[in-house]
């Protein structure tokens, strides 16, 4: 069953009540030891690095970004069968899907997977995770850190070059606040505004 657009969607139902996805993580020893990001149909979606965090960090995704994700989740057969992969590999953290639609729950545990969906699907929840962390990082070294901006900058810069961030909208309102405030290093000034600039000509 193919699923309907996003606009579609948001016209016939509540946003509590938007299929979703959610994947989490759990590696023990890595950093974060835990993730969890929900993505519902319309695009809208949380990060956390807590079961029991209250004040998860919101994006909102492009449309062929939720369609890559949701069309991913159907040929995997909406979480219904197994994706455990029967050979000896080491622990890369313990990942769950999860499918919530209405009365339809299902999710799948693994640690490894062949399936090409799996593995792409996966993928395009830790491009999400990256995002959430360097917005993170920039928002706190901003804060509490003004000359590690420059390296915050510099870890931005190569994720987005590798084509690895996600939601890039989000990271506007940091980089302006950097790029127009005379009390960060000039360097960092100018990186931020030549990113927001790359940010918004994408756009």
Excluded at 51 to 58: F, G, I, R, T
């Amino acid at each position: 069953m193919k699923w309907l657009c996003p606009v579609l969607f948001c016209s016939l139902l509540s946003a509590a009540d938007l299929p979703r996805i959610i994947y989490s993580k759990s590696f023990p020893g890595s950093v974060p030891a835990y993730v969890a990001i929900t993505v519902d149909q319309s695009g809208a979606g949380e990060y956390k690095e807590a079961p029991d965090d209250e004040s998860p960090l919101k994006f909102q995704i492009k449309e062929s970004e939720v369609k890559e994700i949701f069309e991913l989740t159907d040929r995997l057969d909406r979480f219904k069968r197994s994706l455990e992969s029967p050979l000896k590999v080491a622990f890369m953290g313990m990942k769950t899907f999860r499918l919530e639609r209405g009365a339809e729950k299902a999710e799948v545990k693994f640690n490894f997977s062949e399936d090409p969906a799996a593995r792409d699907l996966a993928d395009c929840f830790e491009k999400i995770s990256e995002s959430a962390q360097l917005r993170i990082n920039l928002e706190r070294t901003a804060k509490y850190d003004k000359l590690g901006v420059m390296k915050a900058l510099l870890q931005f810069e190569s994720s987005w070059d590798r084509k690895r961030v996600v939601a890039p909208d989000q990271f506007l309102p940091i980089l302006d606040r950097v790029a127009k405030n005379e009390t960060y290093l000039h360097e960092a000034r100018l990186r931020a505004a030549k990113m927001a600039d790359a940010i918004r000509t994408v756009k």
